[in-house]
């Protein structure tokens, strides 16, 4: 039987999965993923990245241990009168280190945003 916080991880997972990025290649070993956010703002992206161990090395970029990650935003319409910050990221790095970083950042983004 699964626990209700096991189920909780679960959903989330299968949420944050239904999710697809941008654009995503591996090539040797190498990750590049690109993903937009809304509902934050860039600092609070790069105060997210800073958490997983990145420091910000330029306006909108961060570098971590053997990953990068390039950031924007823009205002995107959501209504016919409502615009929302959608932040894109573009992360680059080894696959095995930058996997758990950008999910760990997708739970963060997926919490906080509204």
């Known amino acids: 039987m699964t626990s209700a916080p096991e189920l909780h991880w679960?959903?989330?997972?299968?949420?944050?999965?239904?999710l697809p990025p941008i654009e995503r290649s591996v090539d040797d070993g190498r990750l590049r993923e690109t993903r937009e956010?809304?509902?934050?703002?860039?600092?609070q992206a790069i105060g997210y990245l800073e958490n997983l161990g990145g420091n910000r090395t330029g306006t909108h970029e961060i570098d971590g241990d053997r990953w990068h990650?390039?950031?924007?935003?823009?205002?995107?319409?959501?209504?016919?009168?409502y615009r929302l910050t959608e932040?894109?990221?573009?992360?680059?790095?080894?696959?095995?280190v930058l996997e758990p970083i950008i999910?760990?950042?997708?739970?963060?983004?997926?919490?906080?945003?509204?």
């Open 87 to 96: 932040i894109r990221i573009t992360w680059t790095g080894e696959r095995d």
């Open 10 to 18: 679960e959903r989330l997972k299968l949420g944050l999965d239904a």
């Open 37 to 43: 956010f809304r509902g934050m703002t860039l600092e």
């Open 69 to 81: 990650a390039r950031l924007s935003a823009r205002k995107v319409p959501v209504a016919p009168s």
């Open 103 to 114: 999910y760990r950042f997708r739970l963060k983004a997926f919490r906080a945003s509204g």
